[in-house]
Structures are given as C-alpha cells and as structure tokens.
C-alpha cells in the first residue's frame, strides 16, 4: 500500500464552522506534513509530525490546529477561518530520513481536500 | 536559506517531440536531494525522479532523465517522445539531510502542456 488518502475530497464551510480535514497513510511512515496550496502555485508547509510529535509549525494561525492520533492518522482541525484560507490542503508522508542511501525519502502526497470558505 | 528557482513559468510540446524543463537552486549545504514532482490538472502530486547530490551519475526514469550540475547547481528535466499525459505542473524541489525530517523547498513550477 503506498497511498496517502484524504478525507474529504470538498468542503465548504462558513467562516463560524469548525470542521476537520483527514489524512491516512499505512506505509509505516513516521513523518507527515500539512501543505497549503493555492491555485497555481507551489505548496506551502504548514507542519510537520515526527513520531506523532510536532516537530514544525510554520508560524501558521492558531485558527488551524493539527493533530497526530497515531503514526497512521493526521488531523487539521479548523474552527473561524476566513476566506484567505480557501485552498487545496495536501497531506504528505515520508519514512524518517536517518540516513543517505535511504531507500525512500520521498514524499508521498494524498490527493488533497479542496476547501471553500465562504 | 535554500532556494528553487523554476524560470520558465509555461511551457508548449507538441506530442513525441522532447522538452526541458529548467532548474536552479541555491544551498550552502553539501548534500542534499532534488525531486521533480508531477501535478496533472486536478490530480494527485506524484514523484518523477529523484536526484542524490552525492551521485554524479543522472538519474533516468524512462522517458524522463535530468540534467544535474553540481557546481553550477542546475538540476534539469527532460522528457522524450513526450505524451498527452504528460501535461501537468512539474516542481523542482530540494531537501536537505539534517538530524530527522526536513521539509521540501518547491520551486514556483513550470506549466507544461502537450500538444497533439
């Protein structure tokens, strides 16, 4: 299995709700990332878990707030965003990169949660 | 601060003809990996080819192969007999080996399209 799945596919929510987007991976990774993308453009990190544990956060609202239930889940729960916040959301995964000749450091991405804030 | 800079914002091929795309970045670190990534229209982002600083063999995929300059810090794609399918947004990406994860660094991108 090497996918990354993301739950939902769409959501649109008003600027009062609070929902929460997730991610799965069963590849064994100990990584995994919240990207932000913008149409067009390239995504940006938002954070990063390393063995269920936060390891970076991009300086990103507190409106966002990710959790790491288990190494397999990754939530970003999202409560009084804005319009601004309207955007694909890609969760990525990775095995840690302990060493060069890694046989995959790469990042697999999910297909992404399209959010609309209205 | 690593940088990826992707000059060529769009690019057009016509079908079976070959393309590349180019790549510059800027590190002061010795090792490190380069990625190109592949985000068709609507679709999932997924890896092209990969790229260990510490090789100086370039890394081949099928049709698509890179160009890697080390002291020039290049790191072009091409695509031969390129496909319909092969239109999509490709991003140049760069990671560093530190102590645990590092994130990827993305260029802007380069919007490729193939034409029948």
């Known amino acids: 299995d090497t996918e990354v799945t993301q739950t939902p596919k769409h959501l649109v929510m008003g600027m009062t709700n609070k929902k929460s987007l997730k991610c799965e991976q069963h590849m064994g990774h100990r990584a995994m990332y919240w990207y932000k993308q913008k149409a067009k453009k390239p995504p940006e990190l938002m954070f990063v878990?390393?063995?269920?544990?936060?390891?970076i956060n991009e300086s990103v609202p507190s409106r966002f707030s990710p959790e790491c239930p288990n190494s397999s889940l990754l939530n970003l729960h999202l409560h009084a965003l804005q319009p601004e916040d309207s955007a694909l959301y890609l969760c990525a995964s990775s095995q840690e990169a302990v060493s060069w000749g890694a046989p995959s450091n790469e990042q697999f991405f999910g297909p992404g949660t399209r959010l609309t804030v209205l | 601060a690593q940088t990826v800079t992707q000059s060529q914002p769009e690019m057009s091929v016509q079908e079976a003809e070959t393309v590349t795309l180019s790549c510059t970045y800027d590190t002061s670190e010795n090792n490190y990996y380069l990625f190109w990534y592949k985000q068709p229209p609507s679709r999932q982002m997924i890896l092209v080819i990969r790229q260990e600083a510490y090789k100086q063999q370039n890394a081949t995929e099928n049709r698509f192969s890179v160009n890697f300059q080390k002291a020039a810090k290049s790191f072009s794609l091409k695509i031969s007999d390129s496909q319909l399918g092969d239109t999509a947004m490709y991003f140049c990406?760069?990671?560093?080996?530190?102590?645990?994860?590092?994130?990827?660094?993305f260029g802007k991108g380069t919007r490729l399209s193939v034409i029948a």
């Open positions: 878990y390393s063995y269920e544990k936060l390891s």
């Open positions: 990406a760069f990671m560093t080996l530190l102590s645990g994860n590092t994130p990827l660094v």
